[in-house]
């Protein structure tokens, strides 16, 4: 059992770049320079897309088996959520270049992952457990009154009133092999913007409104780089920026955008 008073982490966007995410929790005093789990009692939360954009998703996956495992034996705890990118893997091992309604790719999902950062070294190292993994994610969670998502959007809502039922409903999808279904998913996903823009009204509305639903006081997600759609300057980063009167963060660094990633305490 994990301690609740023990220090809770969080990061996101690995997007394959092992040697960056071992760098980043080096550290954060996380990991020691071996690789191995050095956090004692200390909770990391990942906030989805580890594949995709990258040189090694398949083995960011692996390493964060081998943390979860060494975490869990010194008290310690590596959970994971899922992102679009892990969604959109799934939907080109499942379907291929199968033709979907409503996706405008002449090569289907396949096509369409490859165009938004796809590689084919992930796809082929695919294995049974790989896709059960994935397949089991959970899409949000609230950890220490910190709601935890991997994108900035309140589409979550779509698929449920409180974390359970929005964690039932996209594991449910996951399990199905209709493309409506996962197409929905994908864009549902790939959402973002939700809490920043023009019209303050709107932007707390929607925080709210995400708290309100699924819990906590602070939102914390991914998704949005700091680079490309914040305009931070990636020699500037240096851990996450909280905006929206403080009520939310944004952890993604950029790291394929020449930013880092960022390996952030919250508690």
């Known amino acids: 059992m994990t301690d609740p008073t023990a220090p809770l982490y969080a990061a996101a966007d690995i997007h394959g770049h092992r040697t960056e995410f071992g760098r980043a929790l080096v550290e954060a005093g996380l990991v020691d320079s071996t690789g191995g789990w050095c956090g004692g009692r200390a909770r990391l939360w990942l906030l989805g897309d580890y594949v995709d954009r990258g040189p090694d998703g398949i083995g960011v996956i692996e390493d964060i088996w081998t943390l979860a495992a060494e975490a869990a034996a010194a008290g310690g705890e590596v959970r994971c959520l899922l992102g679009n990118h892990e969604v959109q893997l799934l939907a080109a091992h499942h379907f291929g270049t199968t033709l979907v309604?409503?996706?405008?790719?002449?090569?289907g999902f396949r096509?369409?992952?490859a165009r938004f950062g796809g590689c084919g070294e992930d796809l082929r190292r695919l294995t049974d457990e790989h896709l059960a993994w994935m397949s089991a994610l959970p899409a949000v969670a609230v950890v220490d009154g910190i709601?935890?998502?991997h994108s900035d959007s309140v589409r979550y809502l779509e698929r449920g009133s409180d974390v359970a039922a929005v964690n039932t409903s996209v594991r449910t999808a996951l399990q199905?092999?209709?493309t409506n279904v996962w197409l929905e998913l994908a864009f549902q996903?790939?959402?973002?913007?939700?809490?920043?823009?023009?019209?303050?009204a709107e932007v707390?509305?929607?925080?709210f409104t995400m708290l309100d639903r699924l819990?906590?006081?602070?939102?914390v997600h991914g998704?949005?780089?700091?680079t490309k759609h914040f305009g931070i300057a990636p020699e500037d980063i240096t851990g996450p920026l909280r905006y929206a009167d403080g009520r939310v963060s944004a952890v993604d660094g950029g790291v394929y955008e020449g930013g880092r990633i960022i390996v952030t305490r919250l508690r």
Request: net charge negative; charged share 20%; glycine share 18%.
């Open 101 to 107: 309604v409503g996706l405008d790719e002449p090569g």
């Open 204 to 207: 707390e509305a929607a925080v």
């Open 189 to 200: 996903m790939s959402d973002r913007g939700a809490f920043r823009g023009a019209n303050p």
């Open 147 to 149: 709601l935890l998502v």
């Open 223 to 226: 998704h949005s780089t700091l």
């Open 215 to 219: 819990g906590g006081t602070e939102i």
């Open 176 to 178: 199905t092999r209709d």
């Open 111 to 113: 096509s369409g992952w």
